[in-house]
């Protein structure tokens, strides 16, 4: 069965240090990946996917990940971390289902704190 | 703002009762799917609906049951609640059913079972 590892619950990171996330999934078949960010009270919001071609993926608010199949890994990284990066971060994978259906398998998710 | 809505944002009710919530999907969008995320459990698939029909089932217990409506807005029933049904429950939607299709986000129903 699929499944999406997030090995890191919390990560604490000084604003202006660089960031990486890391995610580790299981999956047969050529994975379809994703990196959603939860605030307090939010929903979840599209950081980034990856489908197939480049293996570095550009997202919103200066994000990227870069998928390496070899690591079976999609690890989420940020040059320069702000302040309102602080948020939940999870690593999504989608499986298709058998009768034209599909979800999304999560990680756990990482907890990223930001000391100013 | 992900275009998606949910009410209520906020239910309060007791053991044995029976809630619905609501979701309205994209304009323009066709699937919707229903996920619960708890502090035990994580982000869990529930459902996935995909105009009007049933397309996907996960760890959805049997004492809940959802709909999709021809306007395509979607209900997720509840019933003899338990105090561990107590989460967030999140609606998705996406333009149609395929595993590259985004999924949209709304910001969710938090049930409180007391």
């Known amino acids: 069965a699929q499944s999406v590892t997030q090995p890191d619950i919390h990560i604490t990171v000084s604003e202006g240090a660089s960031l990486e996330l890391r995610c580790n999934y299981s999956?047969?078949?050529?994975?379809?990946l994703f990196w959603y960010v939860q605030s307090p009270g939010q929903g979840l919001q599209l950081l980034l996917k990856?489908?197939?071609?480049?293996?570095l993926v550009q997202g919103i608010k200066g994000f990227e990940a870069e998928f390496k199949r070899s690591q079976s890994s999609f690890n989420l990284r940020k040059p320069s971390v702000h302040w309102s990066d602080a948020a939940e971060y999870f690593c999504a994978v989608a499986l298709i289902l058998t009768g034209g259906g599909n979800k999304l398998t999560f990680g756990t998710g990482t907890q990223l704190k930001v000391e100013l | 703002d992900s275009g998606v809505t949910q009410t209520p944002k906020h239910l309060i009710t007791a053991t044995g009762q029976r809630v619905t919530l609501r979701c309205s999907p994209r304009s323009g969008d066709l699937s919707v799917y229903w996920y619960q995320q708890s502090l035990d459990q994580g982000l869990q698939f529930l459902i996935h609906?995909?105009?009007?029909?049933?397309?996907a089932k996960g760890n959805i217990l049997e004492r809940f049951s959802a709909q999709q409506f021809p306007d395509l807005h979607s209900e997720l029933n509840l019933s003899s609640l338990e105090l561990g049904d107590s989460a967030l429950y999140f609606c998705?939607?996406?333009?149609?059913?395929?595993?590259?299709?985004?999924?949209?986000f709304g910001p969710g129903t938090r049930l409180t079972v007391l």
């Open positions: 998705a939607s996406s333009v149609s059913r395929g595993g590259t299709d985004t999924q949209y």
């Open positions: 990856y489908f197939s071609g480049d293996t």
């Open positions: 999956y047969g078949a050529t994975p379809y």
């Open positions: 609906y995909y105009n009007g029909e049933e397309r």
